[in-house]
Nanobody, 117 residues
Framework: QVMLQESGPGLVKPSQTLSLTCTVSGGSITTNYYYWTWIRQSPGKGLEWIGNIGYTGSTYYSPSLKSRTSISRDTSKNTLTLQLNSVTPEDTAEYYC?????????WGLGTQVTVSS
């Protein structure tokens, strides 16, 4: 059973960098053909795909967030990291770490991030 757990600060000030970690257990993030994706949902809005990192370490980002986003991994710890720079209140959302590229089979419970001064 693969489990994903997001962690990070619940409150970030505008213009700062949001950094979240996803800890994966029950499976390796380097397993062939698996992708690991970050998704968010803002209040009253639908799910938004942020980007992903593949089993080779290649990354792909949403065009609308690409200039502010970085996804990385630590294979020794089996963790993924999302960094979002220059955040604004529009980045307030529940952030999810999920397994999959186009279809998603395992989800973390999510972590709420509020951007406010």
């Amino acid at each position: 059973q693969v489990m994903l757990q997001e962690s990070g600060p619940g409150l970030v000030k505008p213009s700062q960098t949001l950094s979240l970690t996803c800890t994966v257990s029950g499976g390796s993030i380097t397993t062939n053909y698996y992708y690991w994706t970050w998704i968010r949902q803002s209040p009253g809005k639908g799910l938004e795909w942020i980007g992903n990192i593949g089993y080779t370490g290649s990354t792909y980002y949403s065009p609308s967030l690409k200039s502010r986003t970085s996804i990385s991994r630590d294979t020794s710890k089996n963790t993924l990291t999302l960094q979002l720079n220059s955040v604004t209140p529009e980045d307030t959302a529940e952030y999810y770490c999920v397994r999959g590229r186009y279809e998603f089979d395992y989800w973390g419970l999510g972590t709420q991030v509020t951007v406010s001064s």
